[in-house]
């Protein structure tokens, strides 16, 4: 296990600046997952793999940005 902190929420936020970029997170990873979910439900009811299989690749799309603005510099 890691070094515990006294204060692991002033820990985060100091953190926060260098690690995090959130213009990509919120304008394109976010919107891309939701839709990404919407498009795998739709696939689910309507029974259309091409749907399903857009909506996988998408969702690993945006946690793939995700995790791209939340590594270190």
Same mark, same amino acid.
Do not use: Y
């Given at each position: 296990?890691?070094?515990?902190?006294? +204060?692991?929420?002033?820990?985060?936020?100091?953190?926060?600046?260098?690690?995090?970029?959130?213009?990509?997170?919120?304008? $394109?990873?976010?919107?891309?997952?939701?839709?990404?979910?919407?498009?795998?439900?739709?696939?689910?009811?309507?029974? +259309?793999?091409?749907? $399903?299989?857009?909506?996988?690749?998408?969702?690993?799309?945006?946690?793939?940005?995700?995790?791209?603005?939340?590594?270190?510099?």
């Amino acid at each position: 296990m890691g070094k515990r902190h006294l +204060n692991p929420a002033a820990w985060q936020w100091r953190l926060l600046p260098g690690h995090h970029h959130p213009s990509t997170s919120l304008l $394109i990873a976010v919107p891309l997952l939701i839709i990404a979910c919407l498009l795998m439900v739709l696939g689910v009811f309507s029974s +259309n793999l091409a749907d $399903i299989a857009i909506g996988i690749i998408s969702v690993i799309a945006a946690l793939g940005l995700q995790r791209h603005d939340h590594e270190a510099p």
